[in-house]
């Protein structure tokens, strides 16, 4: 590939065939308006085709293992910097992620280049936000609100995706803190910037999260809930933000409260276990800390 500059990248991982699939197509049918490199991490010896047309370009890194999706997002990062691509702005879509032709119609006109933002996502096929909250358009976020950050909502400069670098490749799925990944990244782009600024006239789509969790056996539940909680709690103690780890060990305990008292007995098993996990890793984060400073 030519070393040239972009509108836009996309960085993605290939997990399930039918999902990247259906975020390639949306892609492809709805842009016509800006230069897009979408480059696709394929693990295990998955492959998707190579594409081009006029104004967008999808590249494959093939590996024949399977990443953890910072290792696998990182290898993305390295690609670009080597062949010395640029662009305007990178997203991190994931796989099961969609866009729809107002996206890349109001991007010129909403991006700034060098400005970091923050967009919305709605459940698929829905008008209900996937992530909810109460900013008003313009609004500055900080890496106190960290969260607010996810890899689907986050529009980053390419100044500042060059100063932050790799994901922690600690952090994310396919590691022993299975979260925080987004939340870490998003918190040392605030670092090396003036921090994200909220705009909703730019959306995509993801999956409702409920629908996924109503698929769950209480084993997965576990999982879920556990690789969540580990991954947030350690990355805001990384980043010695202890009041809100403590708050996200209170959630958790609350949740697990709720739920029994509602009689939703999967639910209350995954947040009580949850809890404990979390409030060990706070726990001992703060103790390694005093450690250091004594």
């Known amino acids: 590939m030519e070393s040239k500059k972009y509108d836009l990248i996309f960085i993605t991982t290939f997990v399930v065939n039918d999902l990247v699939e259906n975020l390639v ?3 492809i049918e709805s842009n016509t308006k ?3 490199l979408l480059l696709v991490v394929c693990q295990n010896g998955n492959l ?17 293992f399977m990443l953890s999706l910072s290792s696998a997002r990182n290898l993305a990062i390295r690609y670009i910097l080597e ?5 305007s702005h990178v997203m991190f879509p994931d796989d099961d992620s969609t866009f729809d032709y107002s996206f ?7 991006a700034s280049e060098g400005v970091n933002y923050i967009v919305d996502i709605y459940c698929t096929n829905t008008n ?3 992530k909810k909250h109460k900013f008003i358009f313009g609004k500055t976020l900080s890496y106190l609100d960290w969260g607010a950050a996810c890899s689907v909502n986050m529009l980053i400069s390419f100044d500042t995706f060059l100063k932050v670098g790799f994901f922690d490749e600690k ?18 782009s605030c670092y090396s910037s003036n921090g994200f600024i909220y705009n909703d006239s730019l959306y995509n789509y993801h999956p409702a999260s409920k629908w996924k969790y109503k698929q769950c056996s209480v084993k997965q539940l576990v999982v879920r809930f556990n690789n969540y909680g580990k991954g947030v709690v350690y990355c805001l103690c990384k ?6 780890a403590f708050i996200v060990c209170m959630r958790a305990l609350g949740g697990g409260i709720k739920s029994l008292l509602l009689l939703k007995i999967n639910y209350s098993i995954a947040y009580f276990n949850s809890s404990i996990s979390r409030f060990s890793i706070l726990i001992s984060s703060v103790l390694r800390c005093k450690k250091k400073n004594a």
Do not use: P
Not at 173 to 188: C, P, Q, S
Not at 239 to 244: E, K, N, P, Q
């Open 25 to 27: 197509s949306s892609i």
């Open 34 to 36: 800006v230069n897009l």
């Open 48 to 64: 998707i085709d190579d594409w081009n047309s006029e104004n967008i370009s999808v590249k494959t890194l093939s590996v024949s």
């Open 83 to 87: 062949n010395n691509i640029e662009a």
């Open 104 to 110: 890349f119609d109001r991007y010129h006109s909403c």
């Open 128 to 130: 209900v936000l996937f």
């Open 171 to 188: 952090l994310g799925v396919g590691t022993h803190y299975g979260a925080g990944e987004d939340n870490d990244y998003f918190i040392r």
């Open 239 to 244: 980043h010695h933000l202890y009041y809100d």
